[in-house]
């Protein structure tokens, strides 16, 4: 199994920024692709930005510019947000493709329980 754990959520004014970070762990074969959904109130969560490993990103078109999604050799994921807008305001989940040993080495998707960002005056 693989468990995801996210953190850095907050509140932010428009115009400022955020880190989140997403560290993996348990018995991890591979992590293919990881990164951020989001999901505001009354919305469908939609993607925001993943990275494969080989470290090419994707990035949802209202995000380009403005969010930087990187990983490091650890399986930890993160994501600059600047500029942030009060349309960014949602739950950001972090998301994992990826296989475990327990799982017979065999790819699924994982998520986050979810961090809140909030951009307000």
């Known amino acids: 199994q693989v468990q995801l754990v996210e953190s850095g959520g907050g509140l932010v004014q428009p115009g400022g920024s955020l880190r989140l970070s997403c560290a993996a762990s348990g018995s991890i074969f591979s992590i293919n692709t990881i990164g951020w959904f989001r999901q505001a109130p009354g919305k469908q969560r939609e993607l925001v930005a993943t990275i494969t490993s080989r470290g090419s990103p994707n990035y949802a078109d209202s995000v380009k510019g403005r969010f930087t999604c990187s990983r490091d050799n650890a399986n930890t994921v993160f994501l600059r947000m600047n500029s942030l807008k009060p349309e960014d305001t949602a739950v950001y989940y972090c998301?994992?493709?990826?296989?475990?040993?327990?799982?017979?080495?065999?790819?699924?998707?994982?998520w986050g329980q979810g961090t809140q960002v909030t951009v307000s005056s």
């Open positions: 998301y994992a493709h990826a296989a475990g040993y327990g799982s017979g080495r065999s790819f699924e998707h994982y």
